[in-house]
């Protein structure tokens, strides 16, 4: 069993900054992929960004450059810088991952609440 825990939500203002982390436990051989989604209410849960083992790193249009996507591979961590937060990033984040156990298996984090307003 694997387990993801996130942590760094919370309220700020619009053009403030907060920082995502996620950590994998559990039965872990190798993270292939690991990525950040959110989803607001009403809304369709979104990739907001992924990082890959060779580091190769996506982005929703909507948050580049102003989000950087990272990993460590020997905590087994991801985290998410997030500057000039809009209120419009305002969500409940998730962590995912691509996991090699037992199997290859896809796992999700319990989510993080970001709030952007004044």
């Known amino acids: 069993q694997v387990q993801l825990v996130e942590s760094g939500g919370g309220l700020v203002q619009p053009g403030g900054s907060l920082r995502l982390s996620c950590a994998a436990s559990?039965?872990?051989?190798?993270?292939?992929?690991m990525g950040w989604y959110r989803q607001a209410p009403g809304k369709q849960r979104e990739l907001v960004a992924s990082?890959?083992?060779?580091?190769?790193?996506n982005y929703v249009d909507s948050v580049k450059g102003r989000f950087t996507i990272s990993r460590d591979d020997a905590k087994n961590t991801v985290n998410l810088q997030m500057n000039s937060l809009r209120p419009e990033d305002t969500a409940v984040y998730y962590c995912?991952?691509?996991?090699?156990?037992?199997?290859?298996?896809?796992?999700w984090g319990k989510g993080t609440l970001v709030t952007v307003s004044s």
């Open positions: 995912n991952a691509d996991v090699l156990s037992a199997g290859l298996i896809n796992y």
């Open positions: 559990g039965n872990i051989f190798v993270i292939y992929t």
């Open positions: 990082i890959s083992r060779g580091r190769s790193i």
